[in-house]
T-cell receptor, first 114, second 116 residues
Framework: GQQVMQIPQYQHVQEGEDFTTYCNSS?????IQWYKQRPGGHPVFLIQ?????EVKKQKRLTFQFGEAKKNSSLHITATQTTDVGTYFC??????????????FGKGTLLTVNP | KAGVTQTPRYLIKTRGQQVTLSCSPI?????VSWYQQTPGQGLQFLFE???????NKGNFPGRFSGRQFSNSRSEMNVSTLELGDSALYLC???????????????FGPGTRLTVT
């Protein structure tokens, strides 16, 4: 079945350093979604990428979708303590309707040392 | 709009018992998905309901079941609880953005189930 792999599993940075997490799928994805889960919280939707090679920015966060639509990355510039949490990527299996399921990567836990 | 609500937030059960968890989606969202989250396995898809019908199912045993009501509220049930069922159970409601975009999922706070 489809797998979504995410690396690294953990990343500890000093405040102000950059951070990147990578997501790879065994199959081509119609879209990829990113979520953030704060410690003790629940996943919160961040963004969705749909087009091949798409790049989207949200303040210090930059999201990329690979040309082959099988990989994606999330880059945070100049991390802050508020960035702490687990970042998940998720890709759908199927194209909607009865075949749709969302497969999540295992996530990258980001900790930031102030 | 109010967010996704789940009840109860915390639950302690004994092995062999059964449990029912409830989820109220965001108003207007007809799709409700359930996930199990554990430290070892991460977020795993349980099932999805749309208009009272189960549309998708993950790889979980038949002890895990669910249903959806006409008002889109959903329940999931776990029978004959095992120690390994201890987890955070998350419900997510979503609306369909189209064939290319799929769904954006909005998660509830979860129900923390502990089986002793």
């Amino acid at each position: 079945g489809q797998q979504v792999m995410q690396i690294p599993q953990y990343q500890h940075v000093q405040e102000g350093e950059d951070f990147t997490t990578y997501c790879n799928s065994s199959t081509t994805l119609s879209n990829i979604q990113w979520y953030k889960q704060r410690p003790g919280g629940h996943p919160v939707f961040l963004i969705q990428l749909v087009k091949s090679g798409e790049v989207k920015k949200q303040k210090r966060l930059t999201f990329q979708f690979g040309e082959a639509k099988k990989n994606s990355s999330l880059h945070i510039t100049a991390t802050q303590t508020t960035d702490v949490g687990t970042y998940f990527c998720a890709g759908p299996v199927g194209s909607g309707g009865s075949n749709y399921k969302l497969t999540f990567g295992k996530g990258t836990l980001l900790t930031v040392n102030p | 709009k109010a967010g996704v609500t789940q009840t109860p937030r915390y639950l302690i059960k004994t092995r062999g018992q059964q449990v029912t968890l409830s989820c109220s989606p965001i108003s207007g969202h007809r799709s409700v998905s359930w996930y199990q989250q554990t430290p070892g396995q991460g977020l795993q898809f349980l099932f999805e309901y749309f208009s009272e019908t189960q549309r998708n199912k993950g790889n979980f045993p038949g002890r895990f079941s669910g249903r959806q009501f006409s008002n889109s509220r959903s329940e999931m049930n776990v029978s004959t609880l095992e120690l390994g069922d201890s987890a955070l159970y998350l419900c997510a409601s979503s609306y369909y953005l189209g064939a290319r975009s799929g769904y954006e999922q909005y998660f509830g706070p979860g129900t923390r189930l502990t089986v002793t």
